[in-house]
């Protein structure tokens, strides 16, 4: 048999008074993939990221990261596994500076939190390992600048670090390139095939030529459910996705 797949929903299924936003979900994300989640809203693409990641608990199913269940762990459990995530909405500190930012994340991983007195010596690695994230996510330049002052797509390159600094094998994000120009979209799909490299990214994305650039694999849901999943070049050819998400032309873009 081979390796287990790095992330994998299994018979998901999450209901909320009756409403099934996921409907007997099954998902395999491949190690060292970059998978794009598609559909438009209400799709149940949100409800299905947080129940990878934790944030919800399933109705029946189950989640694994590498071949051992997650379902029941906690948020902050399933990160020391090895999954990290971003959210649709901007979760940065915006009085702290973008190197705060960055070392509050990292000392989340640390017995550090847990002290109330700390020697600023042992905060010195941590800034060192912060300035290496923020390098990593072009955000080197803004490093004492107050995460408030960045643009929406500034801190969504900042979110991306903060959502690295635990190590992650697997980086869940979602609609990274939410709200965007063109030159924004473009920064962000280029750091998210850097920060790829060596680890599997799930990525909900409403802007189909960035998820065309950038997915080896996509899953498309409706109503819940798993409509499509492969390449993006054989799904966007499915007549029923084609009807349902990306127009009458397949190479137009549509809204997911």
Do not use: C
């Not at 762990?73 to 915006?94: C, D, K, M, N």
């Not at 702290?96 to 010195?124: I, K």
């Not at 280029?190 to 680890?199: F, Y």
């Not at 050819?237 to 997911?256: F, K, N, T």
Request: glycine share 10%.
């Amino acid at each position: 048999m081979g390796a287990a797949p790095a992330l994998e929903a299994r018979g998901l299924v999450k209901e909320f008074r009756g409403f099934r936003a996921t409907n007997d979900v099954n998902l395999q994300i491949q190690e060292g993939e970059i998978h794009a989640i598609i559909g438009p809203n209400g799709a149940g693409k949100t409800t299905l990221f947080n129940l990878l990641s934790g944030f919800l608990k399933p109705t029946a199913g189950e989640v694994t990261l590498f071949g051992q269940r997650i379902d029941a762990l906690a948020p902050h459990e399933i990160v020391r596994r090895g999954l990290s995530r971003s959210f649709q909405i901007s979760s940065v500190f915006p009085t702290l500076t973008v190197r705060e930012n960055v070392v509050v994340a990292l000392q989340a991983g640390t017995p550090l939190p847990h002290r109330f007195w700390t020697p600023l010596s042992r905060l010195e690695g941590l800034r060192d390992r912060a300035d290496e994230i923020l390098q990593a996510v072009g955000l080197s330049d803004f490093a004492g600048r107050a995460a408030s002052e960045l643009s929406h797509g500034e801190k969504r390159q900042l979110e991306i670090g903060i959502s690295m600094s635990q190590e992650p094998r697997v980086l869940l994000l979602d609609e990274p390139t939410s709200g965007m120009g063109s030159e924004g979209i473009a920064r962000v799909a280029a750091l998210v095939r850097q920060v790829a490299r060596g680890r599997t990214v799930v990525l909900v994305e409403h802007n189909m030529s960035v998820v065309a650039e950038l997915a080896d694999r996509i899953t498309v849901l409706q109503y819940g459910s798993v409509l499509a999943s492969g390449r993006y070049d054989d799904v966007r050819l499915d007549p029923r996705v084609i009807e349902a998400y990306l127009g009458d032309e397949p190479g137009e873009g549509g809204a997911a």
